[in-house]
């Protein structure tokens, strides 16, 4: 038995970036910084950490039109490392997080556990998983209505 499991809440780092493959999945890719306090001999310190974030599908898709830099968010999700050859011939790492559920904690720049959350599967994505996942309903707007920022339920 073994667990790849990720959570994180920090603040992102860069405005998400959307992409489209070839086979027409949409991927997004965003940095985030998570920070470790800790006080020694009465002196507060601070630490950042770096992380980069991968989001398939139609969570990509949320978390491209809802999330930018600065905005303060909860993740879940598995660690992944890609290698590729460089343009040097150098072989190449980098470890992602794959994110398989996301809460959105800002809500007009105040922090709000309940100001929204998504997974895999309430984004309509379909995978076979041994553990439950909560299921929240996403309201969509009719067609060729303009949504305003203050309809949205979080």
Not at 7 to 35: H, Y
Not at 49 to 72: D, M, P, R, T
Not at 100 to 118: C, F, H, P, Q, T
């Amino acid at each position: 038995m073994s667990l790849n499991k990720v959570q994180l809440i920090g603040n992102l780092t860069r405005d998400p970036e959307m992409k489209q493959i070839p086979g027409g999945q949409t991927v997004v890719n965003f940095g985030l910084a998570t920070n470790l306090n800790w006080t020694k001999d009465g002196e507060k310190h601070s630490k950042a950490e770096f992380h980069n974030l991968v989001v398939w599908g139609k969570l990509a898709e949320i978390c491209g039109q809802y999330l930018k830099k600065g905005s303060k968010a909860y993740f879940e999700g598995r660690l992944q490392t890609r290698d590729w050859e460089a343009e040097d011939g150098s072989k190449r790492y980098r470890t992602e997080i794959v994110v398989e559920n996301m809460i959105m904690l800002d809500r007009k720049g105040e922090v709000d556990s309940s100001a929204g959350s998504y997974n895999r599967e309430s984004a309509g994505i379909k995978e076979s998983t041994d553990e439950p996942v909560a299921k929240e309903a996403k309201k969509e707007a009719p067609a060729g209505e303009e949504v305003s920022v203050d309809d949205l339920p979080f």
